[in-house]
């Protein structure tokens, strides 16, 4: 049996039910967190608000503990596996110095970007996320193609976010093979058929046992930091020499071209994708209890770990790098810098087959997120088909049409790699810019109209820090929409050509289009704000 999910519609009698029948068969229910409401019950505080959100709880709460969300989040930021995934490249703008000081500079900006996302995640918890902050707080002539626009660039950048972690444990893979097996050539359809592969295997929890998918991310949380953990003991036991401090200082060690201060910016921004996709927990909301307490204390705490695995391993491994050549023309840079600092190829394939596992892992999570979302979008009208598309399978109790939708666009997607690596990588850089754009619309129109209009609120920030986080969100995001259209080395040739801003307002262009075609259906969650508001306060006390 199977159920659609839409706009505005009541599901109170079904809650009614379930808790009339835990009733009579003397199960306990705890009334202190229940809500009469009109014409039934709800189950919770958390649902009542998301009600007077304009959306009916339809996922089950208890398929997100807080440790199973912040396994969620972590998994999808993954912040050392991440950075092995990019960090060659500023290694070419500046050396050893870029790596690690603008990978701290970039920390600090997304701290604050996150920070003003997870205010309004705590005002207004629910899987659509910015979209669904934006439709809260925009005005009402503004409030229906703001909110699409945003959610769709949100959409895309998880989609495209999901299509690099499957690029990366395809890329890993066939590093591995060249490395221990030197006559192996890899070719961009081998490369595209492990892509494939991964995305069948990492899938099938999301769509077998989508029930369990909690346990997977948390034990994802664990094998991360622990394998974090293991490769820093490696590399600091192993280490064949410690290079000087005065090497990490230098700056006259970019090789990109660029001069040694834009070099440094552009290298904050390829940082940025340390930190991508901290939203994560923010679209599962839904499927967590107390969301509006949970879910801005994990975003904003896998920042957090994400910066004490990364840093000091990142410390470690520039220290005991010998050399920088080596890993920057290397096809898998973080297996080359594992060889150097251990001097063992057996050291580094373990090293390297860890985060493999980490990266493999990681992806249930992005699944997981890049089909609620589109679920959520689809729920107030936003997709074409949209009364398909927010479909929700009852028996399995999540939104697999979505989520199916989600991996025929990165099974799509991937075949650009075949076409052109360079025009695949500038994409995927893109989706650092189009997240991180789809945080600060929200906070850019809290802004503007005064911070007055958000509701009590657990994660309060105050009109001090509030305003600071909000405006500094606008300037950093424009800041990233120039660094983002820079290539990576100079002078630029057609091969290096960094074509972001050509796919940014192309997107957009396309959006455009969308919003002609199916804007008038896009109602938004219809949300009864002043009921919102006194529900909000309950809600943080509950």
């Known amino acids: 049996m199977e159920s659609t999910s839409t706009p505005n519609t009541s599901t109170s009698s079904g809650v009614v039910s379930r808790i009339n029948k835990k009733t009579d068969s003397n199960e306990h229910t705890d009334l202190t967190n229940c809500i009469s409401y009109g014409t039934g019950i709800v189950e919770s505080a958390d649902d009542e608000i998301l009600r007077q959100q304009g959306h009916d709880a339809v996922l089950e709460r208890s398929t997100f ?3 199973a969300a912040l396994g969620l989040a972590f998994s999808v930021t993954g912040s050392w596996v ?18 690690v000081f603008a990978l701290l500079v970039a920390t600090f900006v997304q701290i604050f970007i996150t920070l003003g996302l997870s205010e309004l995640a705590s005002c207004f918890p629910s899987t659509g996320g910015q979209y669904h902050y934006v439709y809260l707080v925009a005005p009402r002539r503004f409030r229906q193609p703001l909110a699409f626009f945003t959610g769709w660039f949100s959409v895309l950048g998880w989609w495209i976010v999901t299509c690099s972690g499957h690029l990366l444990v395809a890329v890993s893979i066939s590093g591995l093979a060249q490395f221990y097996h030197t006559t192996y050539v890899s070719e961009r359809w081998h490369v595209y058929l492990l892509y494939l592969a991964t995305a069948f295997v990492t899938s099938a929890p999301v769509f077998l046992c989508p029930k369990k998918i909690g346990w997977f991310t948390q034990s994802c949380l664990y094998l991360s930091i622990s394998g974090c953990l293991v490769v820093l003991i490696m590399a600091l036991a192993m280490h064949q020499q410690w290079y000087p401090s005065e090497r990490l200082l230098r700056s006259d060690l970019g090789t990109s071209g660029w001069s040694s201060s834009w070099a440094w910016v552009l290298a904050i921004g390829n940082s940025m994708y340390a930190y991508v996709g901290t939203d994560a927990a923010s679209h599962v909301a839904e499927e967590m209890p107390h969301p509006n307490k949970r879910v801005p204390s994990i975003m904003n705490g896998s920042i957090i770990i994400g910066f004490f695995t990364v840093f000091p391993l990142f410390l470690a491994l520039m220290y005991g790098m010998t050399d920088m050549d080596a890993v920057t023309s290397s096809a898998l840079p973080s297996l080359e810098i594992f060889h150097q600092v251990t001097g063992s190829k057996i050291a580094a394939g373990f090293m390297q087959a860890w985060v493999l596992i980490v990266y493999i892992n990681s992806l249930n999570a992005q699944w997981v997120t890049s089909g609620r979302i589109v679920w959520a979008l689809a729920r107030d009208g936003g997709v074409p088909f949209a009364k398909y598309f927010s479909h929700v399978d009852e028996k399995r109790v999540f939104p697999l049409r979505s989520t199916l939708l989600a991996g025929a666009f990165i099974c799509i997607y991937g075949v650009i790699y075949l076409a052109s690596t360079n025009a695949f990588n500038s994409i995927v850089t893109s989706a650092v810019l189009y997240l991180n754009m789809s945080y600060t619309i929200p906070q850019a129109v809290v802004v503007c109209r005064g911070r007055k209009i958000l509701p009590n609120c657990y994660m309060s920030l105050g009109p001090i820090v509030g305003y600071f986080c909000n405006i500094f969100s606008i300037v950093a995001v424009l800041a990233l929409i120039v660094i983002y259209s820079f290539p990576a080395t100079n002078p630029t040739t057609l091969g290096s050509m960094n074509y972001s801003s050509v796919v940014l307002v192309g997107l957009s262009a396309i959006l455009t289009g969308l919003w002609l075609g199916i804007g008038k259906n896009f109602q938004g969650p219809g949300a009864d704000l002043e009921s ?8 943080s006390e509950a």
């Open 65 to 67: 503990n807080i440790w």
């Open 532 to 539: 919102m508001v006194m529900f909000a306060h309950d809600g």
């Open 82 to 99: 991440g950075y092995l995934s990019c960090f060659g490249q500023n290694l070419l703008y500046g050396g050893p110095q870029t790596v």
